[in-house]
């Protein structure tokens, strides 16, 4: 059995699932500032007598975000080397950051080491700026981790957590693996005192089972890695509803998840059933990161949006002006259209009729509800049909890509949130879709926090000119012989998948997907002097096996 | 996005496009790997995060396009792979963010080059087989209505193409920065090539020496570049972005660095950029591209230095500099004495010259005759017979700026010309935008 649970702004759910079978269901409100008790809370209701069947807790907390949107981080201070390219000043807008000299190109080669007399400096500095925790990155530290390494054994023992840029993300993109190195420096004494409280609860509850993380990429990572990079547990809400869209509709080709909520909309896609990721990562706080994420886009459309009628079309939202006026608002919202056209029973249909005839004096009121929710759903056409564009015109860099490029092509819908049982119908006439509104969609989020699996991404550079190789997530640089070749690169970042698995307390290995294979012969004075090699491997986002 | 990334003064999108499964040959210069650490840098650097900078992927240039400004032989459709549609449509894609307005400026990052291919095409000659700067500017005339565009060759190696496909048009300045013809291929560029009967004093060459650097290169821009263009007044103003000036270059022997190419652009402050040559594929492009990028964007390129880069090594010698002052003097003065031998050509009524076409790649000759048909009115129709490769061809090409009489004309003796044997036939009427063979 799975527990999953999924903590929103005003309450977390939770859900008990036997295999695919959902067993128990539970509400409770949420307090922000002791959320650790909200989730014992939960458990206490959710967890079953025979404590030896529970396999794993799933989690997806608003711990981190909340820490963003309250402002409550840990002051950071940041060691950069950036060498040649772009002046990098703009990075000291985000936090203490110190420059230091030295360089690595973008072949991983060292053209000159820092000067640790300045790495001394700014850690003295930093010291007595009272920062305890710190990040160091440099650029190309994908290709080569030495300076990174080199400056966090100069100051080990010095402060209590160093986040290193390589151990982020292998992803090339040197500003967005600053600021993910910064938020997980951020991040990290607050996610220790929310891991020391949980695991105290759960001892409390007599629970020994594995807790797992939800992340942004629709995936889980235990606990214990979490707290090494806390920065992957941000923006885990969305994973969670998509997740259990997933879940609850199955749909196995491409198609359009949808979940409808008071206020907003948020919009995946699947391509061929799998979820479709952010080509880097998403923003936080206003800076783009490496933090790997499912492809979202959150429209301000919901049932409590705000209507307006002006120069013949309607506005919706995105603000709301309280609950619809069936419900005794003062605004008529797409929720008084539905309740008008007897798809949603709720509140009072007199007042809902009252909120279109103020909308549309004159007209008949079925009418307007009609129009109304044909322009809510067009919204939503064509916030997909932006999104299926924007992905197709990603970059490409082989004629082999931009020839066979493919359009994402949905087949179908699975919609999820409270208006969505009432839109169905209008998705299927806007989008020309079977749509599916799957049941218990009110727990989708914790369901898909228990149903989503664990999820790793390693990548690999190899350069058998200078014969090495790095898999940057591992901090492992080793040697290789030339006549290293892609298969060879294959083996070795499965081997690496697999050791993260096994130190993640995991057992076996699913399907490894292999992506991005790119090789290329070097080539000086006329003759091949060896190749390089880039591979990237994941386990992508999914549904647990049962 | 946010206070967090800097923002580019000007909008600007790149077409980066490296075709990394496409080669000449595989220890060919121009092979996979050749833009392999451009991109590594300009993706590393967070360029697209950057406010105001968009990457866009190119599109394919249709035949058409190639065949309303080459005369490709036997066919465009026989000649191109869709490599070569691609290079051309990363400039179409560049030409279209500008002229639409979706970005200030535009750079095409891509390859195969093409300022060697000339209005003939019967192969590759120089890593080239169609010039994608001049099938943008036919484009952008066609589609645009733009008339008086400028571009400037920054490659190392003279833009022989580009300069042979407007020769004859006083509507395209052309000024070709490069490395003295007597001392690199292709072996041309010299002062006097300035233009044909109806365009003289619209291209100018400046044929620099060997190991000129920053120095040399601020001096031709300050000194001929700047002032032409301010008289000329272009509605567009386009570099041919080829970086093998640079002072690591394999194949050639100047001086110049990303900290120069890069200043060079902020003064030229061009519209569009397309990457011509370069081939120190690791020690400069990735670093002179985002040198260039920077200046076009308006951004701080202070930081952009290759590893080894040390100016106190390129000082110019004296003697280097009286040469480059006495060139820029002349070539100022190829562009004051602009259309001054117009009236005694017309009396001429047709120029005729010829000229030999070397295809360096697989190795042959291409013997060409050139027909000026002059006009008072405009710049005329011209002529081409040429013969290689055991093939032949007898051309007409109407200029977009052709008057109607003179457009009259071409389509008369095309129509009466009796297609030799084994000759194709063949009217590019850029102001109808067709393309007739027979």
């Known amino acids: 059995m799975i527990i999953g649970i999924d903590i929103g702004g005003t309450h977390a759910d939770g859900a008990l699932l036997d295999g695919d079978r959902l067993v128990a269901k539970q509400k409770v409100g949420v307090d922000e500032r002791h959320l650790s008790e909200v989730i014992i809370t939960l458990l206490q209701k959710l967890v079953p007598a025979d404590r030896g069947r529970l396999k794993r807790i799933q989690l997806s907390s608003t711990l981190c975000t909340n820490a963003i949107v309250t402002g409550s981080l840990d002051p950071v201070g940041m060691l950069i080397q950036a060498g040649p390219g772009m002046n990098p000043d703009f990075f000291a807008r985000s936090c203490p950051t110190w420059f230091l000299d030295g360089a690595i190109d973008h072949r991983g080669h060292i053209i000159c080491d820092p000067d640790p007399g300045k790495v001394a400096d700014a850690a003295a500095a930093m010291q007595r700026q009272g920062i305890d925790s710190i990040g160091i990155v440099t650029k190309f530290s994908h290709r080569n981790n030495r300076h990174e390494l080199q400056m966090a054994g100069q100051l080990a023992g010095r402060f209590a957590h160093v986040s290193m840029g390589h151990r982020i993300s292998g992803l090339p993109n040197f500003p967005r693996r600053v600021y993910s190195t910064w938020l997980n420096g951020a991040l990290s004494s607050q996610f220790a005192r929310f891991k020391a409280a949980l695991e105290q609860g759960l001892d409390h509850l007599g629970i020994t089972c594995p807790c797992h993380i939800l992340k942004a990429d629709g995936g889980t990572i235990p606990f214990a890695r979490a707290s090494e990079f806390p920065c992957e547990s941000i923006h885990s809400g969305p994973s969670a509803s998509l997740m259990g869209c997933l879940a609850l509709g199955a749909p196995s080709s491409d198609a359009i998840l949808l979940d409808i909520g008071g206020t907003t909309t948020d919009i995946a896609l699947l391509v061929d059933g799998a979820p479709l990721l952010e080509p880097y990562g998403i923003d936080i706080a206003g800076r783009p990161t490496l933090i790997r994420a499912l492809k979202t886009t959150s429209i301000g459309l919901g049932g409590d949006s705000r209507v307006t009628w002006s120069d013949g079309a309607f506005r919706i939202g995105p603000d709301r002006q309280g609950p619809s006026m069936a419900e005794g608002g003062s605004a008529p919202t797409p929720t008084d259209a539905m309740v008008v056209l007897g798809k949603l029973s709720l509140g009072s249909p007199a007042k809902a009729t009252a909120a279109m005839i103020a909308l549309r004096p004159g007209q008949a009121p079925e009418a307007t509800a009609a129009a109304l929710l044909e322009t809510f759903v067009e919204h939503i056409r064509l916030a997909v049909a932006a999104m299926i564009e924007e992905v197709f015109s990603r970059p490409v860099y082989t004629v082999a890509a931009l020839l066979h490029r493919r359009r994402i092509s949905p087949k179908e819908i699975v919609a999820i949130g409270g208006p969505a049982a009432a839109l169905q119908s209008f998705l299927e006439a806007a989008l020309h879709l079977p749509c599916t509104v799957p049941a218990h969609y009110e727990v989708a989020n914790a369901i898909g926090a228990a149903r989503a699996r664990l999820t790793v991404q390693a990548t690999l550079y190899a350069d058998t000119v200078d014969g090495q190789l790095s898999i940057p997530e591992i901090s492992c640089v080793e040697t290789i012989p030339t006549r290293f070749a892609m298969a060879d690169a294959e083996k070795r970042l499965q081997e690496a998948i697999a050791g993260m698995l096994q130190e993640m307390g995991m057992k076996g290995c699913p399907e490894i997907d292999f992506l991005e294979r790119l090789e290329m012969n070097v080539v000086r004075g006329f003759s091949t002097s060896g190749k390089i090699l880039t591979l990237k491997a994941q386990i992508r986002p999914g549904l647990a096996i049962i | ?438």
């Open chain 2, 1 to 438: 996005m946010s206070s967090y990334m800097p923002s580019a003064l000007h909008k600007t999108a790149l077409i980066l496009f490296p075709a990394f499964d496409w080669c000449i040959s595989p220890n060919h210069p121009e092979r996979e790997e050749r833009l392999l650490y451009t991109r590594d840098q300009l993706i590393e650097e967070g360029l697209e995060d950057v406010e105001n900078i968009v990457f866009y992927n190119p599109e394919l240039a249709s035949l058409a396009d190639v065949n309303r400004v080459h005369f490709c032989v036997p066919s465009a459709e026989k000649l191109l792979s869709e490599s070569h549609l691609i290079s051309a449509g990363g400039t179409l894609r560049a030409a279209r963010a500008v002229m639409e307005k979706e970005t200030e400026k535009a750079f095409a990052i891509v390859r195969p080059p093409g300022h060697h291919a000339m209005q003939t095409v019967f192969g590759d000659r120089g890593f080239c087989v169609i010039n994608i700067e001049a099938i943008m500017v036919e484009y952008i005339r066609r589609h645009y209505g733009v008339r008086k565009i400028a571009i400037v060759d920054t490659d190392c190696h003279h833009g022989d193409g580009t300069q042979d496909i407007f020769y004859n048009d006083p509507d395209t300045l052309f000024i070709s920065l490069h490395q003295d013809g007597r001392t690199l291929y292709p072996g041309s560029g010299f002062l006097h090539e300035s233009g044909g009967p109806a365009a003289e004093g619209y291209t100018i060459n400046i044929p620099l020496p060997p190991k000129t650097g920053e120095e040399g290169f601020d001096m031709v821009m300050e000194r001929v570049v700047m002032p032409v263009l301010d008289q000329f007044a272009p509605e567009l103003i386009i570099n041919s972005a080829g970086q093998d000036n640079h002072y690591t270059d394999p194949i050639t022997n100047m001086n110049f660095t990303a900290q120069g190419y890069a200043r060079l652009n902020r003064l030229l402050n061009p519209d569009i950029c397309v990457l011509e040559g370069g081939y120190s594929i690791e020690g400069a492009l990735p670093y002179t591209n985002l040198g260039i990028i920077l200046a076009m964007a308006g951004m701080d390129f202070s930081h952009v230095r290759e590893p080894d880069y040390d100016p106190r090594r390129f000082t110019q010698p004296a003697e280097m500099t009286r040469y480059i002052e006495a060139l820029c003097a002349k070539a100022l003065g190829v562009f004051t004495a602009r259309g001054a031998k117009k009236q005694e050509a017309l009396q001429q009524r047709i120029v005729t010259k010829q000229k030999n076409i070397f295809y360096d790649t697989t190795g042959f000759h291409v013997q060409e005759n050139t027909s000026y048909h002059l006009c008072p009115a405009c710049p005329g129709y011209t002529e081409v017979k040429a013969t290689g490769h055991n093939r032949h061809i007898h051309a007409f090409t109407v200029p977009f700026n052709a008057c109607p009489k003179c457009r009259g004309q071409a389509r008369d003796t095309f129509s009466t010309t009796r297609p030799a044997p084994q000759t194709m036939t063949v009217l590019q009427d850029r102001i109808e935008d067709s393309y007739e063979t027979k």
